[in-house]
């Protein structure tokens, strides 16, 4: 799971150096003065508002059945 996360970072990071268009789909790695994001930075700010947000839905089915878990167990008895 990390490291899809990571690996999605990393492609919007890619796109956003070969086109600096903040009003696309990958412009969630960059703050409003368009400097990017390192990936804890991401996870801190994006990716932890997206998990809370129960109307939020990822594309992948992992988020899904993490949610599911998540439920049933604290945070720190996961082991992620």
């Not at 003065?33 to 700010?45: I, L, P, R």
């Not at 809370?52 to 878990?69: E, I, R, T, V």
Request: glycine share 4%; charged share 20%.
């Amino acid at each position: 799971p990390v490291s899809r996360e990571l690996s999605l970072y990393n492609h919007k990071v890619y796109k956003f150096a070969g086109n600096q268009d903040p009003s696309m789909w990958y412009s969630d790695v960059i703050y409003a003065n368009g400097t990017v994001m390192s990936f804890e930075e991401y996870a801190e700010s994006v990716l932890q508002i997206q998990f809370a947000n129960s109307d939020w839905k990822s594309p992948g089915k992992y988020f899904d059945h993490l949610q599911s878990w998540m439920a049933l167990f604290r945070r720190d008895q996961l082991l992620m």
